[in-house]
Nanobody
Framework: VQLQASGGGLVQPGGSLRLSCAAS????????IAWFRQAPGKEREGVSC????????YYADSVTGRFTISRDNAKNTGYLQMNSLKLEDAAVYYC???????????????WGKGTLVTVSS
């Protein structure tokens, strides 16, 4: 069972990135997919999640209107489209999968290694 997050990089403020979360060893269609992030010196925070049952989505207030979460079950992959990036979005982003639709990291047993997003001019 493995999740692999990718797509991070260096972007200027106002720019965009799309993160991907590819699963292997299990199928994501039975799980909620979530994205969390952790900036240096800060606690990990929930960014977004998408339900496997009805496609319901959750966004943290700080990213609402700028980030879009999606999933492609045929590709066994989840995505996080990040637009209008701000300096404060810089962090290591982690994808996770769990049975519950939740913004709490406690409910996600499967985690990928993070991908670094740097926002700098």
């Amino acid at each position: 069972v493995q999740l692999q997050a990718s797509g991070g990089g260096l972007v200027q403020p106002g720019g965009s990135l799309r993160l991907s979360c590819a699963a292997s060893g299990f199928t994501l269609d039975g799980y909620t997919i979530a994205w969390f992030r952790q900036a240096p010196g800060k606690e990990r925070e929930g960014v977004s999640c998408i339900s496997n049952s009805d496609g319901s989505t959750y966004y943290a207030d700080s990213v609402t209107g700028r980030f879009t979460i999606s999933r492609d079950n045929a590709k066994n992959t989840g995505y996080l489209q990040m637009n209008s990036l701000k300096l404060e979005d810089a962090a290591v982003y982690y994808c996770a999968a769990g049975a519950l639709y939740s913004s709490s990291s406690d409910n996600y047993p499967y985690w990928g290694k993070g991908t670094l997003v740097t926002v700098s001019s």
